[in-house]
């Protein structure tokens, strides 16, 4: 603590247990663990001298942006330095040649996108959490969200970082080439890293045209078999399409109880869908064609203006606070090819009830992207069979353990279902190469 109090002042060293409990608890409330102390570095020079100080007294470090994620990647298990990236969190101005901005790890989703709108731009990465979650942490989990079907998820953004690995040595991408094929991406390899290779302090992030002609439906329909069928037509049909919503109906109704809304059409469907549309030239024509020639569809609310827009959005993005108003769920980010959506949606909770009987399960996602997510509400933290039978039936049908949202500590035990024993091994040639005393993130991912 003396150690990291010389490098970025006393001030910024915490050790209360009082100044230390928001760092030490995921956001769900299902992660928790004790720190030792939390570093907040104000820059670069202070991330690399921290981590030298850790190196030398051989302790783990845990790096966290707006603590937003939802794997336990984040929090300290027992012991750890916690990183904490926020004082990182100033902006470059916006390049309009390029397109590009360069922003710091602790600067917030919200204030990329805030940011790029004042240059009539707009940052393609979207989720629920963006008001609290940071760039770092995106950029290290590879996040995803909701207009991943139009513009790929974090990844497809990041021209390059700057970064400070797990033995000091330093990246430092920030040009923002385009093109550059000068031999191994590692922006790339540190985006999804999950914080086990280094430290990301800086993100040059690619920036898209802004398209304020927007239109939003919400659809009923009878069945996800129902709303697969359209959203396979919607998107072979429809060119601007930025995202395609599933949610179902004890979902929405969770969420008109929690924040007191009204339901969202006049009929209750077993199934909804959110469609969102953006163009330069208004799309509502095109998408309401488009729904109106689809076979079973229900009730439709369009949305055009921007109040009305968010107030639709809001059943599909409240699903996780009204979640958590049961407890700490578990949360799975299933990916399945599309075509077997339908049949895991109907089995899924046949199979969680049959691993513990008082479990609720909602299913919610990113239909676009074969993302689904499943999350299990009345079942102890600790106790993995739901997560095991979940993970193990989207594996069968061709899926992913995670789609989005990363392995972190709570699918560490199912990596093998998806990756195989040489990709493991490979992914722990480059821990040891780049982190070789093992002290970024440990537990995590592998
Ligand atoms: C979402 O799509 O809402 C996010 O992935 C967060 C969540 O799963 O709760
Ligand atoms: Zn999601």
């Known amino acids: 603590v003396r150690a990291l109090e010389d490098i970025v002042g006393p001030r910024h060293v915490l050790t209360s247990a009082e100044d230390l409990a928001p760092y030490e608890?995921?956001?769900?409330?299902?992660?928790?663990?004790?720190?030792?102390?939390?570093?907040?570095?104000?820059?670069?020079?202070?991330?690399?001298?921290?981590?030298?100080?850790?190196?030398?007294?051989?302790?783990?470090?845990?790096?966290?942006?707006?603590?937003?994620?939802?794997?336990?990647?984040g929090v300290p298990r027992g012991g750890e330095v916690v990183l904490s990236l926020r004082r990182l969190d100033s902006i470059g101005d916006v390049d309009l040649i390029a397109r590009q901005v360069?922003?710091?790890?602790?600067?917030?989703?919200?204030?990329?996108?805030?940011?790029a709108a004042r240059s009539g731009l707009h940052y393609a990465v979207d989720f629920g959490a963006r008001d609290s979650?940071?760039?770092?942490g995106s950029v290290a989990t590879n996040a995803g969200g909701l207009h991943v079907m139009r513009y790929g998820g974090t990844r497809e953004q990041l021209l390059g970082?700057?970064?400070v690995l797990g033995d000091g040595r330093r990246i430092t991408r920030l040009d923002g080439l385009v093109k550059d094929?000068?031999?191994?991406?590692?922006?790339?390899?540190?985006?999804?890293?999950?914080?086990t290779l280094g430290v990301v302090t800086a993100a040059r992030l690619r920036l898209v045209p802004r398209y304020d002609e927007r239109t939003v439906a919400l659809i009923g329909f009878a069945s996800v078999v129902a709303a697969v069928d359209a959203a396979t037509a919607w998107r072979r049909e429809l060119e601007y399409l930025e995202a395609?919503?599933?949610?179902?109906?004890?979902?929405?109704?969770?969420?008109?109880?929690?924040?007191?809304?009204?339901?969202?059409?006049?009929?209750?469907?077993?199934?909804?869908?959110?469609?969102?549309a953006a163009a330069a030239t208004d799309p509502s024509a095109a998408l309401a064609r488009a729904v109106e020639a689809t076979v079973g569809v229900g009730d439709v609310a369009v949305a055009v203006d921007a109040g009305r827009r968010t107030s639709l959005w809001r059943y599909r993005d409240d699903h996780t606070l009204a979640i958590n108003t049961l407890g700490p769920p578990h949360k799975l980010d299933v990916s399945l090819p599309l075509r077997h959506i339908a049949a895991f949606a109907e089995e899924v909770p046949h199979r969680v009830v049959s691993a513990a009987p008082v479990a609720r399960t909602f299913l919610f996602g990113?239909?676009?992207?074969?993302?689904?997510?499943?999350?299990?509400?009345?079942?102890?933290?600790?106790?993995?069979?739901?997560?095991d039978v979940v993970l193990r039936f989207a594996v069968e049908l061709g899926g992913s353990i995670s789609a989005e949202h990363g392995i972190g500590i709570a699918k560490r035990q199912w990596l093998h279902l998806s990756r195989s024993p040489d990709e493991i091994d490979a992914m722990r040639s480059i821990k040891r190469a780049l982190d070789p005393t093992g002290i970024m993130n440990p537990g995590v991912l592998l």
């Open 25 to 73: 608890v995921d956001w769900t409330g299902r992660f928790r663990g004790r720190a030792s102390c939390v570093v907040r570095p104000g820059n670069t020079d202070e991330v690399a001298a921290v981590l030298a100080a850790c190196r030398e007294a051989g302790v783990a470090v845990v790096a966290q942006g707006g603590n937003t994620g939802l794997v336990g990647g």
């Open 102 to 115: 360069t922003a710091g790890a602790g600067v917030t989703i919200a204030a990329v996108e805030a940011a």
């Open 133 to 136: 979650a940071t760039v770092g």
């Open 161 to 163: 970082v700057e970064a």
């Open 181 to 195: 094929n000068t031999g191994y991406h590692l922006s790339h390899l540190l985006c999804g890293s999950e914080g």
């Open 244 to 276: 395609i919503e599933l949610m179902l109906a004890d979902g929405v109704e969770l969420v008109c109880a929690a924040f007191d809304l009204a339901a969202p059409l006049a009929t209750r469907w077993p199934v909804y869908v959110l469609v969102e």
């Open 366 to 387: 990113h239909l676009g992207d074969g993302n689904l997510h499943v999350n299990i509400s009345g079942v102890a933290p600790d106790d993995e069979s739901v997560d």
